[in-house]
């Protein structure tokens, strides 16, 4: 770094909870629990999942953010579904984790280290008052997943949360909305109807697919609303940061547009924009979950992107593969599974947010991302 003062920030990092200790902080539904996605996070994480319990994922969660090489960390909170009525239903949520859980536990240990990444839902009664209380809390970003929580970013309560996240910081500055975007695997909505929530673009294939879906289909997008609402906040000052760039976890390629969406062109559309100066605001996009097998063929097009404009982080505990690995590394897990350590197949012996920060700067030599987001706070 040539900026002393510039730190190196996973700004993408889940927490989670289940319930025992703290159940007002967070949940894990009892389906999300007998699901694959949940024990592969439990084994990436080298978590034995008879001794799951709230204290125990703290302790965990520390032990990773406080042995990594990183400056600080992003935690991030996911508010429970609330209702078009503005109740809240954490029976609608399959995962939830409160922002206290972070500043109360998480930020008091590792007040160095820790930064909180709050998630207020857009149709909470109480939206400006939680806000500001987080901007409080020094809350560095707000978090959406909108097809998990149910969030319908073509509504006018979205219109007018975006709006009010463009000057609700600090001195008039904007709050980052972190928003996913694309396919979502990790934490699965109750509803499947929502799946659609999480889309920009609604193409000939989505249709299709969707039409095979029968009785499960998915809600249609209103996406000109949709970019109606993302232009105001812009047009206001709002800084949206796209997870994930918008692609596909699976798929690549043209067989890769009839598997599985992405939005990838709509993302590289809003940071054209954003650096040609349209908007009062800006539009970033983070590039977690990528040191995978199959985003890994995407780093070419993610490297034509408006250096400026990207973000590192890891979107723990997604996987993250040592895709660079040289051949005394493949030896050394070798000798490692023939005795009897299995898990060396897939999971990486170092600290798992290291592995991700190592092998995108591997990847992106040198690359603005790294500070980036200790510019953008």
């Known amino acids: 770094m040539d900026d002393p003062d510039l730190k190196i920030i996973d700004m993408h990092m889940h927490v989670g909870l289940l319930g025992d200790q703290w159940p007002d902080w967070g949940h894990f539904s009892d389906w999300y629990r007998r699901q694959i996605v949940y024990k592969l996070f439990l084994f990436y994480s080298r978590i034995d999942e008879k001794k799951v319990s709230d204290l ?84 560095v970003l707000i978090k959406w ?93 709002l800084i949206i940061i796209f997870a994930h760039a918008g692609l596909p976890y699976f798929s690549s390629g043209i067989p890769g ?18 650096k040609k100066g349209v908007f009062k605001g800006k539009c970033y996009t983070d590039i977690s979950a990528f040191c995978t097998p199959f985003r890994y063929k995407f780093f070419s097009k993610v490297k034509k992107l408006p250096p400026e404009l990207l973000l590192f982080g890891s979107d723990f505990p997604t996987p993250a593969f040592e895709l660079s690995a040289d051949l005394n590394e493949l030896i050394n897990d070798f000798k490692a599974v023939l005795k009897g350590q299995l898990y060396r197949i897939v999971v990486p012996e170092d600290n798992l947010l290291d592995v991700n920060y190592r092998e995108l700067e591997k990847a992106f030599p040198g690359h603005p991302m790294f500070t980036n987001f200790s510019k953008l706070i």
């Open 145 to 237: 997943l909108p097809s998990a929580q149910m969030i319908d970013l073509a509504e006018e309560k979205t219109r007018d949360a975006m709006l009010s996240l463009a000057t609700i910081g600090h001195n008039g500055k904007p709050l980052p909305l972190l928003l996913h975007i694309g396919p979502e695997f990790a934490i699965p909505t109750t509803d499947q109807r929502t799946g659609s929530y999480d889309y920009l673009t609604w193409s000939w294939s989505d249709k299709l697919i969707n039409s095979m879906r029968g009785r499960k289909r998915w809600h249609r997008p209103k996406t000109h609303k949709i970019h109606e609402n993302l232009k105001a906040g812009l047009d206001e000052g």
């Open 257 to 274: 547009r009839f598997l599985e969406h992405s939005d990838f062109e709509t993302v590289e559309k809003y940071l054209d924009l954003t």
């Open 56 to 139: 125990y994922l703290r302790d965990m969660t520390i032990k990773t953010i406080d042995s990594c090489s990183l400056n600080k960390v992003v935690c991030l909170a996911l508010d429970p579904v609330y209702d078009t009525t503005g109740r809240r239903r954490t029976d609608l949520s399959n995962v939830w984790v409160d922002n206290d859980f972070i500043v109360k536990e998480l930020k008091k240990i590792l007040p160095e280290k820790v930064l909180l990444g709050a998630s207020v839902h857009p149709y909470d009664p109480q939206f400006l008052d939680r806000i500001k209380k987080y901007v409080d809390e020094e809350a």
